[in-house]
Nanobody, 126 residues
Framework: FQLQACGGGTVQPGASLRLSCAHPGFGVDDYAIAWHRQVPGEERLSVACISNKDGRTFYADSVRDRATISNNKGNHTVSLLMHSLKPEDTAVYFC????????????????????WGQGTLVTVSS
């Protein structure tokens, strides 16, 4: 299964940006799609996650109240809308999918994501 991430770019501080992740569906309802981000030389961190089955969401503290993750089941697209962007939001953003084979928790641990898209670069700079 391939995931296709898009929507990155260069924006000024305070701007908004929408990232999209298209996927083919996984033949089951019980999966989650998450956005992670990574700065070169640093750990890849989870930003937001949404369950396809019940719609529950997770947001990292760093983006809480500034981000909204949404799931369009009709066209298999998960979007991440971020506003009030800060320079520290600069990173490569990856979307990933995890099928629930018995998650230890929600959101799933990073090692539970089986499918990853290519990254899309977000640069927040004046």
């Amino acid at each position: 299964f391939q995931l296709q991430a898009c929507g990155g770019g260069t924006v000024q501080p305070g701007a908004s940006l929408r990232l999209s992740c298209a996927h083919p569906g996984f033949g089951v309802d019980d999966y989650a799609i998450a956005w992670h981000r990574q700065v070169p030389g640093e750990e890849r961190l989870s930003v937001a996650c949404i369950s396809n089955k019940d719609g529950r969401t997770f947001y990292a503290d760093s983006v809480r109240d500034r981000a909204t993750i949404s799931n369009n089941k009709g066209n298999h697209t998960v979007s991440l809308l971020m506003h009030s962007l800060k320079p520290e939001d600069t990173a490569v953003y990856f979307c990933a999918a995890s099928i629930d084979r018995g998650w230890f928790r929600f959101p799933p641990y990073r090692w539970e994501y089986e499918y990853w898209g290519q990254g899309t670069l977000v640069t927040v700079s004046s």
